[in-house]
Structures are given as C-alpha cells and as structure tokens.
C-alpha cells in the first residue's frame, strides 16, 4: 500500500522584480510598506521604481501567498492616512531562498569573470 503523505509542493517562482521587493520587504522589517521599500530598491540598486509597478507587484505577490498586508491606524496628522504594511509568509520565504539558491548555484565559478563586490 502507499502512503498517502503529501509532497510539499515546490516554492513559487518569482521574477526579478519581485525577488527585489521580497529582500527590501525582509530588509524593512517592521517598518515595511510603500515608502521605505520603494527608496530601499532604488537606492540599492540604482533603479527608478514606479509606484505603479510596486503596487501591482505587490498585490501580485499577496495573491500568490507569498506576502501578507495590513492596515495601520490612520497616521495621527490631520488627514492622515492607514499605511498598508506587508510581510513575507513562509511560503514567500521559501520563494526567496528557492531564488537566491538558484542565483548562487549559477554564478559558482564565475566569480573571477563577475568581478561582484558587495
């Protein structure tokens, strides 16, 4: 007879893209919504975010399970606002290791060639 265990599926594939905005969510801790991500990923990178782009993704990544979001309070300023802040769940965890494991395994024996400084 077989046993009838389930086999953990494997970790959902994520662009680029969504790899930069899963490490800056990890990089933000608790202080992660909209702002501080978008200015972590441009200032670590170099590269020009759009809002718009940053709110798709991370819709789309709360859509594939990988992210959890919550509102806040509304800011005690008049005409504050909630801030939506967002969470990897371990799911999105095993998505950033699954991408980042696969970075490192390309790159083994390239380091002459990449000449990467971190």
Known sequence: MRSM??????????????????LAILQC???AYTVPIRRLIEARTGR????GA???SL????????????LSAPMAVRGGRARRYFTPTSAGLDAVR??????VR???????????RL
Do not use: C, M, N
Not at 106 to 116: A, K, N, Y
């Open 98 to 103: 699954a991408a980042q494991t696969a970075v």
């Open 106 to 116: 390309l790159s083994q024996g390239l380091e002459t060639l990449l000449d990467v």
């Open 54 to 56: 940053l709110y798709t």
């Open 5 to 22: 265990a389930k086999a953990t599926p494997p970790p959902s594939y994520i662009g680029e893209f969504e790899h930069l905005l899963l």
């Open 29 to 31: 801790g608790d202080q």
């Open 48 to 51: 020009r975010v759009a809002r």
């Open 59 to 70: 819709e789309r990544l709360e859509g594939k399970g990988l992210l959890t979001s919550r």
